[in-house]
């Protein structure tokens, strides 16, 4: 949990070059992008795809066996499929900075548990519980309104 005092606001700014921005370090350099198709039920993908970018030092911290997204089935169908190291990966993306976390879950997510996308900076403060109650309920409202007149 991140108490208020220990906000650093300069190190929690969302990221404005996103193409060329490493999520773990966040320099802005050349960049492995790696892309995460969404897979089925058994998954932490489940329905929910997006990707991440990682310079060279950053990507030599990881296994790049994880990159290669070996799908693994279970020995039934009620067992559902995975990435073989989806855990690690997420794992590691629970370890990098907010902004880096935001693109991973918010900008560059679809499906799954994105059920409405934030503004950068307001997904980075509702991380941090500092985003104004008013206008997380906005997100909320105007979500259920897109929805509403869809049906």
């Known amino acids: ?59 030599k911290l990881t296994n790049s066996n994880w990159w290669k997204l070996k799908i693994i089935k279970g020995k039934d169908n009620l067992s559902g499929v995975w990435y073989e190291y989806e855990d690690e990966i997420l794992n590691f993306v629970e370890q990098m900075p907010l902004p880096g976390q935001e693109l991973f879950y918010n900008r560059y997510a679809t499906g799954g548990f994105t059920i409405f996308h934030m503004e950068a900076q307001d997904w980075i403060d509702y991380q941090l519980g500092i985003l104004p109650h008013e206008k997380y309920k906005e997100y909320v409202f105007t979500y259920f309104k897109k929805n509403k007149e869809s049906d």
């Not at 404005?16 to 089925?40: D, M, R, S, W, Y």
């Open 1 to 59: 949990m991140i108490i208020k005092e220990d906000i650093n606001m300069d190190k929690n700014k969302a990221i404005q070059n996103p193409e060329n921005t490493c999520f773990n370090c966040l320099k802005e350099t050349i960049v492995h992008k790696i892309k995460i198709p969404a897979l089925g039920w058994g998954s932490q993908f489940d329905s929910f795809s997006t990707r991440i970018h990682l310079c060279d030092d950053c990507y």
